[in-house]
């Protein structure tokens, strides 16, 4: 705003200081040459002389500040007035039609284009009226026209390139205002983008922990446990849990180098689905409680991520039941029937929940479906058992 203000004061200097030059030039020339003689109108010149600079600088300082366009056609009417007087008065002695012409620099900084050039016009009708009147003869008139309008092109012109000139470099200060704010938005932008990016890594990072190696220590701690309670009445199956559980140790360890693999890159890619959830029942499976799992439709090719969301939501679901749920039997049902979507479920006979206080498992599992664009179901029945279902788009 400073920067405008101050070009705007430059040129309203530089106008004033021009103009103020033309009308001492065109009086000097005017008395040095005057074919007045009369004490009373050389006074009256020289006060509407007075009047005129007065109006040309105060006058039109007060015009580039109140915008509404009929105090600016006054203010061209009264000075064109003035001016023409001045001429009719001084007999076009000398060069006193110059005056005239610092309104045409005024025309175009304060007038927009076809307001500037209807005055410019009647700059000219005024100069030859104010011609014609004292000289009474045609010929006069047209030999000071040609000099008179050639001062009004120039004027013109040059005063309309600093106009130009002058609104690109107030384009180019507003532009430049905007791009610079444009950046600052782009830079808190990027930010936020930054600080969503850790957010949602750090999601990835504690769902892999959770649903994966989270999964993984639970069973194997339930089979040593059971394991523990087996050896006094029947070791030979105490020893087959315990091989079980340094068998999932393994998967364990091969599930930790996945994750981390996940981690570096996009997705874990499980090759085939139905395969691996099938060893993931197998080693849940106990004496006390049945799991069933159940393929429909023929298996059908899933993108690396929405292979590994069905998988986490199987670990978790088994997860779950075995902890909390105390069920006999457990059913999977992984179904390929529908062209456009495949449907997960994990479905149990036990207790239920009481409360549904959703932990991070289930958390897991619904960002894992949203980032699908999938749908979670999931169905709490207190006393009869708990079930969690999953479609996404294929």
Request: net charge negative.
């Amino acid at each position: 705003m400073e920067k405008q203000n101050a070009t705007s004061f430059n040129l309203n200097t530089g106008t004033d200081l021009a103009f103020a030059l033309v009308v001492f030039i065109s009086f000097f020339s005017a008395f040095s040459s005057s074919p007045v003689t009369s004490l009373f109108m050389i006074m009256v010149i020289i006060c509407l002389g007075v009047a005129y600079v007065a109006n040309g600088i105060y006058g039109f300082s007060y015009v580039r500040q109140n915008q509404h366009k009929r105090t600016k056609l006054l203010y061209f009417a009264s000075q064109l007035l003035i001016s023409g007087l001045i001429v009719y008065y001084g007999k076009g002695a000398g060069f006193t039609t110059l005056i005239m012409l610092p309104m045409v620099a005024h025309a175009v900084i304060s007038l927009d284009q076809n307001w500037s050039l209807i005055t410019t016009v009647g700059i000219v009708i005024a100069y030859v009226v104010a011609v014609w009147s004292f000289s009474g003869d045609i010929r006069t008139v047209w030999q000071g026209l040609p000099l008179f309008f050639t001062g009004v092109i120039v004027v013109l012109f040059f005063t309309q390139m600093a106009v130009n000139e002058i609104k690109a470099r107030k384009r180019l200060e507003i532009l430049a205002s905007e791009l610079s704010e444009a950046n600052h938005h782009l830079s808190l932008y990027a930010e936020q983008v930054h600080e969503l990016a850790i957010a949602q890594e750090r999601n990835r990072f504690a769902r892999e922990i959770h649903d994966g190696l989270g999964h993984y220590l639970t069973t194997i701690n339930m089979q040593i446990n059971a394991a523990g309670a087996l050896v006094p009445t029947d070791p030979d199956r105490a020893l087959t849990m315990l091989e079980k559980a340094k068998m999932m140790t393994s998967e364990a360890l091969d599930d930790v180098r996945n994750s981390v693999y996940a981690l570096r890159k996009d997705s874990v890619n499980l090759e085939d689905l139905p395969q691996r959830i099938k060893q993931l029942v197998e080693s849940v499976r106990t004496a006390t409680c049945d799991v069933v799992f159940q393929v429909t439709g023929e298996p059908k090719p899933l993108s690396p991520q929405a292979n590994l969301t069905v998988y986490r939501t199987a670990q978790e679901a088994l997860n779950n039941a075995q902890k909390y749920s105390g069920a006999a039997r457990i059913d999977i049902h992984l179904d390929y029937s529908e062209d456009h979507m495949v449907h997960f479920t994990v479905k149990d006979d036990g207790a239920g929940a009481e409360q549904m206080n959703q932990g991070y498992g289930l958390i897991g599992i619904q960002e894992r479906v949203r980032l699908m664009n999938g749908v979670v179901s999931i169905g709490n029945h207190p006393g009869h058992g708990f079930e969690v279902r999953i479609s996404l788009p294929v």
